[in-house]
Nanobody, 126 residues
Framework: QVQLIESGGGVVQAGDSLRVSCAAS????????VAWFRQAPGKEHEFVAA????????YYGDSVKGRFTISTDNGKNTVYLQMNSLRPEDTAVYSC???????????????????WGQGTQVTVSS
């Protein structure tokens, strides 16, 4: 069983930067694809970023490409999402997720993942 705990959310102004973290307890995420999704009130889960199982490839949603960066520590125990040039439309609950059998074509689907954190709120004011 993998437990994921997010931290680092908060209230920032448009244009600011923020880094959210996701710590895995119980085991390393080595061998797992990891990703961040977000959900704003009344909206569906939106894919934000993913890191492939071997850690060699990153993928980003169109709305965050060039502004957000997903990364992990060396042991792949913590997943980070660095968010730059934040916009009010980035306001959402950000959740990290991990899955062992996620194939490349499914990385952008929230249904492909096995374990989820509780989420952390990011609010960007204009």
């Amino acid at each position: 069983q993998v437990q994921l705990i997010e931290s680092g959310g908060g209230v920032v102004q448009a244009g600011d930067s923020l880094r959210v973290s996701c710590a895995a307890s119980g085991r390393s995420l080595s061998g797992y694809a990891v990703a961040w999704f977000r959900q704003a009130p009344g909206k569906e889960h939106e894919f934000v970023a993913a890191l492939s199982r071997n850690g060699g490839y990153t993928y980003y949603g169109d709305s965050v490409k060039g502004r957000f960066t997903i990364s992990t520590d060396n042991g792949k125990n913590t997943v980070y999402l660095q968010m730059n040039s934040l916009r009010p439309e980035d306001t959402a609950v950000y959740s990290c997720t991990a899955g062992r059998g996620v194939i490349t074509s499914s990385l952008r689907s929230h249904r492909a993942y096995d374990f989820w954190g509780q989420g952390t709120q990011v609010t960007v004011s204009s």
